[in-house]
């Protein structure tokens, strides 16, 4: 099965660019699709992006959408969340995800396996 890890997080101020790495071991990284969630303090977990196994479907939140872009190097077994434009909204713990092997990427929490532990973005005003 997969292992997930999340890094890239950190203190920025509103306006400022981040960008999240998920870094995959234990399986077949290309096998899996990727989707990252994020969860603000006192909030349910909410889904921000996925993308297929090569990258051929991508999905967005309308919340991030044109500020964030979801991507993938299926060759270093990384996934990437670049997000642009932050805003002090976007303060939360983000998460990387998998499904099962060759599942579709969907925008579904209970579609998503493997979980990382997690990475703390906060944006200041």
């Known amino acids: 099965q997969v292992q997930l890890v999340e890094s890239g997080g950190g203190l920025v101020q509103a306006g400022d660019s981040l960008r999240l790495s998920c870094a995959a071991s234990g399986g077949t990284f290309s096998s899996y699709a990727m989707g990252w969630f994020r969860q603000a303090p006192g909030k349910e977990r909410e889904f921000v992006a996925s993308?297929?196994?090569?990258?051929?479907?991508?999905n967005y939140d309308d919340s991030v959408k044109g500020r964030f872009t979801i991507s993938r190097d299926n060759e270093k077994n990384t996934g990437y969340l670049q997000m642009y434009s932050l805003k002090p909204e976007d303060t939360a713990d983000y998460y990387c995800?998998?499904?099962?092997?060759?599942?579709?990427?969907?925008?579904?929490?209970?579609?998503?396996?493997?979980w990382g532990q997690g990475t703390q973005v906060t944006v200041s005003s």
């Open positions: 993308i297929s196994w090569k990258g051929g479907t991508i």
């Open positions: 995800a998998a499904p099962s092997p060759w599942a579709i990427a969907t925008i579904r929490e209970g579609d998503y396996k493997y």
